[in-house]
């Protein structure tokens, strides 16, 4: 039975509610990825991977033969170094009883998925798992497919289905939800320092004026 939290703050995201799955950040996806800089995808998805970290977010790392593929990228496992991926022979991560057993132990069931390539491996189990009463949230900038055309495609019959496009910035602004909460924000600010771009930067900037007390008197000559 497909939920309908669409709209309002239930829909809406907090790390309480959610359930991370990343798939396949792997050399050999890397190597024909084309929708984006590679670069990006990387700094993108380990950004995501620390905020959920940090923010105690249950995260399920899984490869697709590995031995073939390629291990993890370093990157990625090091956010998580005692997690060995779930190494899978299936395409379809939501057809792997591995995989879906961890999640259904949370009991959490707004999922939240970033993967190589959009248009097979990250498409496939979110229609799958919306399917299944899932609320599915896919990372955009922290997918990436083999063309921007199959990228663009994967996502629009992903919305079709159900599946809520989100980018990872606008996930941890949900998952902040308000800057009085220190003890959150103590996550978020240096991930998003090291990790944000210009919004990062930004953001620091902030926060040196925010911490700067205010000069007083006149303007020395």
Not at 10 to 17: K, R
Not at 32 to 44: A, D, F, K, P, R
Not at 74 to 90: E, G, H, M, S, Y
Not at 161 to 187: C, F, N, S, Y
Request: proline residues 5%; charged residues 20%; hydrophobic residues 45%.
């Amino acid at each position: 039975m497909t939920r309908t939290a669409k709209a309002g703050l239930e829909a809406l995201l907090t790390p309480e509610e959610s359930v991370l799955v990343l798939i396949d950040h792997q050399p050999f996806q890397f190597a024909n990825l084309n929708s984006h800089e590679s670069t990006m995808i990387v700094n993108n998805v380990v950004g995501l991977a620390k905020l959920a970290k940090g923010l105690d977010v249950p995260t399920v790392l899984t490869t697709v033969i590995e031995e073939r593929g390629g291990y993890l990228i370093k990157a990625l496992q090091d956010v998580f170094p005692d997690q060995k991926p779930i190494n899978r022979t299936l395409i379809n991560t939501w057809q792997d009883r591995n995989v879906v057993d961890v999640v259904e132990k949370t009991g959490r069931k707004k999922l939240i998925i970033a993967g190589l390539w959009t248009e097979i491996c990250v498409a496939m189990p979110a229609i799958q798992a919306v399917g299944e009463g899932y609320d599915v949230f896919v990372v955009t900038d922290a997918s990436g497919g083999a063309t921007a055309e199959a990228h663009d495609m994967a996502v629009r019959r992903m919305v079709q289905a159900g599946v809520v496009p989100i980018t990872w910035t606008v996930l941890a602004g949900e998952w902040q939800r308000d800057w009085a909460d220190e003890a959150r924000a103590a996550v978020t600010t240096p991930v998003l320092a090291e990790h944000g771009g210009g919004s990062g930067i930004a953001l620091a900037w902030e926060l040196q004026l925010l911490a700067t007390p205010p000069t007083t008197g006149g303007v020395g000559v």
